[in-house]
């Protein structure tokens, strides 16, 4: 059975930090892409940031410079450290594993940056 099990998520001020933790397992974690989407209200599912099984990474305009995804194989677990948070990052970030044919998702976990 697979499962990726978000956590770190909550209530932060703008310009504060959080680290966001996806926890995997039921799959051979290493040869799979990780990444992390958001959905805001109202808007559609959006990537954040993506990490391929060779460690290479990508970005949302949106984030570059703020935001780093990090992924260690030994523990199965992708990780995502978001600085200088804004208003506007304010929604559910969900946990992707996909290989191939193979998708899988996360029940996400809330982040909400407001004063």
């Known amino acids: 059975q697979v499962q990726l099990v978000e956590s770190g998520g909550g209530l932060v001020q703008p310009g504060g930090s959080l680290k966001l933790s996806c926890a995997a397992s039921?799959?051979?974690?290493?040869?799979?892409?990780i990444a992390w989407y958001r959905q805001a209200p109202g808007k559609q599912r959006e990537l954040v940031a993506r990490?391929?099984?060779?460690?290479?990474?990508n970005y949302a305009d949106s984030v570059k410079g703020r935001f780093t995804i990090s992924r260690d194989n030994t523990k199965n677990m992708v990780y995502l450290q978001m600085n200088n948070l804004k208003p506007e990052d304010t929604a559910v970030y969900f946990c992707?594993?996909?290989?191939?044919?193979?998708?899988?998702w996360g029940q996400g976990t809330q982040v909400t940056v407001s004063s």
């Open positions: 039921g799959i051979p974690f290493s040869i799979y892409n």
């Open positions: 992707n594993a996909a290989q191939l044919l193979y998708n899988f």
């Open positions: 990490i391929i099984s060779g460690g290479s990474t």
